[in-house]
């Protein structure tokens, strides 16, 4: 069973830093990897999606890569500004019944960004 | 885009009600999932569905049924409500097409039993 941890749960820093948040897996097996950002009271944006025989994803100031064999994903966020502020929670895929995609989700960090 | 609707942001029920929360999608994906999201426990699969009439159960189904009879429309359905249940609730679409198809989600409904 697959099982999801990011860590720190909290994490506050000054505008302009780059920085990093961590998530690891329990099972190498993945099918892909789902980085989200959550805002107070929201729904779940999507924000980079990893496939399994990918190492990294980028999307503007964001940088997502994948280590299977470690059990390893980071989220690179750069030059933070205070409203990159959020949850990120990342989600290993697994294969489901009918050709479904089964996330199992971390319980997220969530980012504080500073003026 | 995407767009993911769910029918009510803010819900109130009293125990032993039976409760529909609604969710639909607007780009013809095949699966679509709902999830309930809880403090400390993260999100967890409720049910999903693959296609038309077709559902599986995820990881803690017990006192909700679904329902999918249309492609674009998915129900979760409270049987007899218990606090509980007081949650979270998240629906999401996918279209099948490989390993990089991500989930789209809906803004949520936060549902309250009384």
């Known amino acids: 069973k697959q099982e999801v941890t990011q860590i720190p749960a909290a994490l506050s820093v000054p505008e302009g830093e780059n920085l990093v948040l961590n998530c690891s897996f329990t099972?190498?097996?993945?099918?892909?990897l789902q980085w989200f950002r959550q805002d107070p009271g929201k729904g779940l944006t999507s924000l980079l999606l990893i496939q399994s025989s990918q190492r990294e994803q980028t999307s503007g100031r964001l940088n997502a890569s994948l280590d299977k064999s470690s059990g390893r994903s980071t989220l690179y966020i750069a030059a933070s500004q205070p409203g990159d502020s959020a949850t990120y929670l990342c989600a290993g895929g697994g294969i489901l019944t009918g050709g479904g995609n089964k996330l199992t989700f971390g319980t997220g960090t969530q980012l504080k960004v500073e003026l | 885009d995407v767009k993911v609707t769910q029918s009510s942001r803010y819900l109130v029920k009293r125990t032993g009600e039976k409760v529909f929360l609604e969710c639909v999608q607007d780009?013809?994906?095949?699966?679509m999932f709902w999830y309930r999201q809880d403090p400390g426990l993260g999100l967890r699969l409720i049910y999903f569905s693959y296609d038309v009439k077709m559902k599986e159960k995820g990881d803690i189904p017990e006192g909700y049924s679904v329902s999918r009879e249309k492609k674009e429309r998915f129900s979760l359905i409270l049987e007899s409500a218990s606090t509980n249940q007081t949650s979270m609730y998240l629906c999401?679409?996918?279209?099948?097409?490989?390993?990089?198809?991500?989930?789209?989600f809906g803004d949520g409904t936060r549902l309250s039993i009384l």
């Open positions: 099972d190498s097996a993945i099918y892909n």
């Open positions: 780009m013809d994906h095949e699966n």
């Open positions: 999401a679409s996918r279209g099948t097409g490989g390993m990089y198809q991500p989930q789209h």
